[in-house]
T-cell receptor, first 115, second 109 residues
């Protein structure tokens, strides 16, 4: 079956612009997560959705970052007034939350470059 | 102190060698533990979950010591294809994954 997909795979933008990054989770997975990975580091948690609602957005760095998942499937991460420090790979993961181990499966990521 | 700490390596080993990676975590309330593998410019892929009793999957063995807050991964009979970055991962309350910075493994012929 299809894995997690993310679009675009690469995005180059200018400082101050607005960007949207899309994630399509594995079919049937109720939980969806966004992470950000900088060079030489492990991914860092941004936000987690259970269904349509954001269950934990404690990792969003500031109010320029926002994410939605209106129908409980596809999610969009939105970044306003981009800054050079936002450049990173943005990873999406999904899981079939059964109350057990909750293994998360990652998409290929969107590489964001802010010039 | 970082929440999850790993030796960054790189570990350079010959084919057929046995190699072990260690990891420590700071949050004693952490609930689940994993090893992920990440190839260059690719996404992390789940290698194995780690259970308290220790678990094995082919050439890979994972151990967890909750008292010492320590996780390990042992790879036996290393293959060239094992070359990658190995990420130690802890799940905290609320399903948030906390990643170490990764350990680089290079297997050479």
């Amino acid at each position: 079956g299809a894995g997690v997909s993310q679009t675009p795979s690469n995005k180059v933008t200018e400082k101050g612009k607005y960007v949207e990054l899309r994630c399509d989770p594995i079919s049937g997975h109720t939980a969806l997560y966004w992470y950000r990975q900088s060079l030489g580091q492990g991914p860092e948690f941004l936000i987690y959705f259970q269904g349509t609602g954001a269950a934990d957005d404690s990792g969003l760095p500031n109010d320029r970052f926002f994410a939605v998942r209106p129908e409980g499937s596809v999610s969009t991460l939105k970044i306003q007034r981009t800054e050079r420090g936002d450049s990173a790979v943005y990873l999406c993961a999904s899981s079939l939350w059964t109350g057990g181990k909750n293994e998360q499966f990652f998409g290929p990521g969107t590489r964001l470059t802010v010039l | 102190r970082k929440e999850v700490e790993q030796d960054p390596g790189p570990f350079n080993v010959p084919e057929g060698a046995t190699v072990a990676f260690n990891c420590t975590y700071s949050n004693s309330a952490s609930q689940s533990f994993f090893w992920y593998r990440q190839d260059c410019r690719k996404e992390p892929k789940l290698l194995m979950s780690v259970y308290s009793s220790g678990n094995e999957d082919g050439r890979f063995t994972a151990q967890l010591n909750r008292a010492s807050q320590y996780i390990s991964l042992l790879i036996r009979d290393s293959k060239l294809s094992d070359s990658a970055t190995y990420l130690c991962v802890v799940m905290e309350y609320g399903n948030k994954l906390v990643f170490g910075a990764g350990t680089i493994l290079r297997v050479k012929s």
